[in-house]
């Protein structure tokens, strides 16, 4: 069975026209407007100033100030205002949650072969604003490694082993996916949580996340679970796209549902 989002054949035409417009001319100031967001983890619905994108209700959205990392919706844009902007913090990034492709069923999440149907890079959108410029990240690994298989080969406690389950058990890890031997998911707990590895021949090395512990995390073991089903349900269901891509992208079902479709006006769904 299969899980297909469809848009509708206006939508792709207003769209082609859009790039068509701007290859030939520059592309025009967003509208500036005052935009009412509601953040759903602290039942909170506040006021923002916005002059860098066009917004509209049903947006998921981030901003600047003390709510600054939540996500939240806009609920209302205003473009008839005078106000003080030293009175107001700013939207500082949008989510991209245009999604187009095939989905099928896997378990707890929606799985798709095609690397252009949900790219991590549009995903992480949906979870955390882009790094501020002068944000540096270093990382570093060993090399070593432990089998996918055997996770009793990972060098992790028992507690935290078991707490990393009870991520797994509650779809904690939003989204994995494999590219030929790169692995990338995103983990979320107390924030979102990024994570990577490589993943050859049976065996993850090189497994970081930026929780920045300096020991295995339960972020690690939830992902390492979830990749494991995934594989084996790919392998039991779809072996032969997965053998023709060799990529894999997973979403948790109510993550997808939760982000592409909130607010959509247009499009259908087909099972």
Known sequence: MKFKIVFSAAEKKSRHEAAARFVISRKPKPTRSLVLIHFPARNMTLSYYNDQFDLHCGDLVFVDGKLEGFRGHVVDVCYTFKIKLSDYKRVISVADTKVHGEFHFAGSHFVTFDRSALPYEQVITW?????????????????????????????????????????????????????????????????????????????????????????????????MLQLKETLTLIEKHYPGRFEESRYFAAVCKETLLNTAMAGRETGSIML
């Open 127 to 223: 979870f955390k604003a882009p790094e501020k410029e002068n944000t540096e990240i270093v990382s570093e690994q060993d090399g070593s490694g432990f089998q996918l298989n055997d996770l009793q080969t990972m060098k992790i406690s028992d507690a935290i082993a078991e707490r990393g389950h009870d991520y797994y058990r509650e779809n904690r890890v939003r989204y994995i996916s494999l590219d030929k031997t790169r692995v990338r998911a995103i983990a979320e707990g107390t924030q979102p949580y990024e994570l990577e590895c490589d993943y050859i021949d049976g065996e993850i090395r090189n497994l970081v996340c930026d929780c920045f512990c300096t020991y295995a995390c339960k972020h690690m073991f939830a992902a």
